[in-house]
């Protein structure tokens, strides 16, 4: 929720605000998004032992499961295609999913999952007493140089609401990563996508 975090600043705080470069999000969660977090939801409370929340245990079989409904939506179709996980060291598909996916969730705390997935979905820069639910005025607020920096092939972050967001800002240019990576286009696991949100940075912090 990085790239939401740096909208709300931009927009609530324009006189401190100089630059962002939100990655990979969105400035309000989308109808589409709000969806597939249900379904990241329902995989986690599935389980037993999540006892509504007051677990003696971990409900590990629900983290599982709430990682591998992640596992398609993180990447692309075209990541998978390619193989590109074998190529990033995991010996199968399904090391991949039990070593990434599964290892990235299984330690985290179930209740503080399902906080942040809330958090996310009722992401909205402008539900606040400053805009009043004002979406397009609370994009206008942002005043400061932006590039606003989706993936391609993000599956729940699409380039198309971001396109929208810029139409709204007054100083923001849409600059897309061309890559197969997804989501994580913003991270650190492709050298062409590292440089090019790199080079992205020190273009906006040099002007």
Known sequence: MGAAQTYQWGCLYPDMVERIV????????????????????AALTADGAWQHGWYDSPPTTGLRAMARVYAGWGFSQ????????????????????????EGFFIHKDANNLLALLWT??????????????????????????AYVMPSRTDLYFPPEDNEY????MPNAELRVFESIYGHFASSALNADDVKFQNDAIKDILAS
């Open 22 to 41: 939100p990655t990979c999000g969105s400035a309000k969660c989308s109808r589409h998004n709000f969806v597939f977090l249900e379904g990241m939801k």
């Open 165 to 168: 967001e810029v139409s709204k």
């Open 78 to 101: 075209a990541f998978y295609r390619v193989e590109e996980d074998l190529k990033l060291g995991f010996s199968s598909l399904e090391d991949f999913l039990i070593a990434f996916w």
């Open 120 to 145: 996310w979905q009722y992401a909205d820069i402008s539900d606040n007493e400053v805009f009043g639910g004002d979406f397009d005025k609370a994009l206008a607020a942002i005043t400061c140089k």
